[in-house]
């Protein structure tokens, strides 16, 4: 059978249904298709969403009574250090906000959230073929695109102006036409599951234990996305409506091992119970069966993500790290760009400035994001002081640079990506300039013994973060925070040989740190 569309989305998840919601409202009279391979979404990653995609989400999808209901109200993100395996829960050192979160967030289970997009899309009057696997896609340009799928054990053919391609790390356009480049220079791997039995960190039990822990806080800690940190890694703590907890780890594998045990879920849990925080709250849990994940080599992108007649979008374009949640901030821009890119294509316009834009844009905004934010990152995110100046300056970054203009004009600053122009030029260079330090510092604590040695005893609880002028206070406190930390480097370069003693302080504390 043959079919005609204006546009078919290959994907039904996020961007797919993202996509496809925005081009209908933009132009209702476009003829879309949607392809979905599985039949159900399961529970996946990207549960904690950041305040841009929140935006985009209630602002631009019009989820915000959606979200409200069957979703969690985010509280921020917090951070967990500790330098010691046997250190009590209370002496680790908190880094995360004191009051409620000023802008939106929310933890999503993502089984849900999808399903409720693409019902929304099929509501829009996209048609839908699901359980649906597009097998082949031959590639026209103006002379029209053909997508062939396996529905039913049958074959199907769809012809459209347009294909967009939102199957997420499956890529299927960029490894078709070559575009596919792993991110080599960030070799991270994750594994994740779902818990039950995760000890409330707001439970009256751990406020009689340590009362100054239970009263510094004016928040929920548990509806955070809470990070345990350590060198070469962190875990993401996540919760999800109805009570089961998300927690997966994050490592770098030049620094760091999972240390192996019988199953993936073992190795995880030994991993959260070798850790003071993990094991107060993790120590009655137990991974649901099942739900157990794993994946390597995560970052990648493509090198060309658009050309008349078809486009990327979400993780069909890039992915680069799961810390501070950008994935779905990649799926809001990318989506939000292309649905605008199609609907002014189909209304007659010339769009050959757009392609070129995105074509252009997309790998500068990747490259500039991985260098401001993640490169090496990995080496002093086990470091309490080192890793909070980080915390303080990167997201306030985020607010000045993102988060106060998609707030200001959705509609038009979804269509900037991230990092252009001369702003973005500067604030990547700043950005990269401090990391960098940051990376430099961390490896002379690293080989004087310091590293980690102020993981202990300390709290730093700040108001929210605010997309306006009030930013500058959490600015100050993290140059402040640096600052502190170049004049300890000062001493360590004058005072300590570079040779680790044996009794250094292990930020690590499940396993051996492997050399840098
Ligand atoms: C470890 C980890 C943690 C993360 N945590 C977060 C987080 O906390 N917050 C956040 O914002 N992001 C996070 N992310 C990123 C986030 O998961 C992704 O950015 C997001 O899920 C991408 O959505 P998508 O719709 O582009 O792709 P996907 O969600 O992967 O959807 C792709 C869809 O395409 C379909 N498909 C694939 N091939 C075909 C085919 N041939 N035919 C038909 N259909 C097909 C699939 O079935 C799927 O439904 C994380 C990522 C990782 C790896």
């Known amino acids: 059978m043959d079919f005609d569309y204006d546009a078919v989305i290959i994907g039904g998840a996020f961007s797919g249904a993202a996509t496809a919601l925005v081009l209908k409202r933009k132009r209702p009279e476009t003829r879309i298709l949607i392809i979905e391979k599985n039949a159900e979404f399961d529970r996946k990653v990207g549960e904690s969403t950041t305040e841009v995609s929140s935006c985009y989400m209630m602002r631009i999808l019009g989820l915000t009574h959606y979200l409200g209901h069957h979703q969690l109200a985010k509280q921020g993100l917090r951070m967990w250090f500790s330098n010691r395996p046997d250190q009590a829960f209370d002496d680790c050192v908190e880094v995360g906000a004191r009051y409620q979160s000023r802008v939106a967030g929310f933890q999503v289970d993502r089984a849900k959230l999808d399903s409720h997009l693409l019902e929304q899309a099929v ?6 073929w699901r359980p649906a696997k597009v097998t082949k896609c031959e590639l026209n340009g103006a002379n029209g ?44 791997n994750a594994v994740w599951a779902r818990f039950t039995g995760v000890k409330a960190w707001d439970s009256c039990e751990l406020r009689r234990r340590f009362p100054a822990y239970g009263n510094s806080a004016r928040t929920s800690r548990e509806w955070a996305t809470n990070h345990l940190c350590g060198r070469g890694w962190w ?31 073992e190795r995880l849990h030994a991993h959260l119970l070798a850790n003071p925080v993990g094991r107060e709250i993790f120590g009655e849990a137990r991974a649901i069966e099942g739900d157990v994940h794993a994946l390597s080599m995560l970052p990648y992108h493509s090198e060309k993500v658009c050309d008349d007649g078809w486009a990327a979008v979400g993780d069909a374009a890039g992915f680069i790290d799961p810390l501070y949640s950008p994935g779905l901030d990649f799926c809001s821009y990318t989506s939000y760009y292309v649905a605008d890119l199609l609907a002014k294509s189909l209304a007659g316009e010339d769009v050959t400035e757009r392609l070129r834009y995105y074509n252009e844009q997309y790998p500068v905004t990747y490259r500039r994001w991985f260098e401001s934010l993640y490169k090496d990152k990995y080496y002093y995110m086990g470091d309490a002081e080192l890793m909070s100046a980080a915390l303080l300056l990167d997201v ?33 260079k700043t950005m990269r300039f401090y990391s960098r330090r940051l990376v430099a510092l ?11 040695r102020h993981n202990a005893g300390w709290r730093e609880l700040y108001d929210g973060f605010v997309p306006d002028w009030r930013l500058w206070k959490q600015i100050s406190r993290g140059l402040r925070r640096w600052l502190k930390c170049e004049l300890v480097n000062f001493r360590l370069m004058l005072t300590s040989p570079t040779n680790v003693p044996a009794s250094r302080p292990s930020a690590t504390t499940s396993t051996e740190a492997c050399e840098v």
Request: hydrophobic share 40%; with cysteine.
């Open 123 to 128: 509501h829009a009057g996209c048609d839908l």
């Open 235 to 265: 875990v993401w703590v996540i919760p999800l409506q109805g009570g089961d907890v998300s927690a997966g780890i994050v490592y770098d594998t030049r620094i760091f091992k999972l240390p192996e045990g019988p199953s993936l879920a």
């Open 442 to 452: 961390a490896n002379r604590r690293w080989a004087t013994g310091q590293y980690g």
């Open 396 to 428: 306030s970054s985020y607010y000045l640079g993102l988060v106060e203009a998609v707030y200001r004009d959705p509609d038009c600053e979804f269509l900037n990506l991230p990092f252009g122009g001369v702003g973005g030029r500067l604030a990547a």
């Open 145 to 188: 695109q053909t997508i062939n799928a396996i529905v039913d054990l049958s074959e199907y053919s769809a012809k459209a102006r347009w294909v967009i391609d939102a199957t997420g790390r499956a890529t299927m356009l960029a490894r078709k036409l070559g575009h596919f480049r792993q991110n080599t220079e960030h070799p991270i």
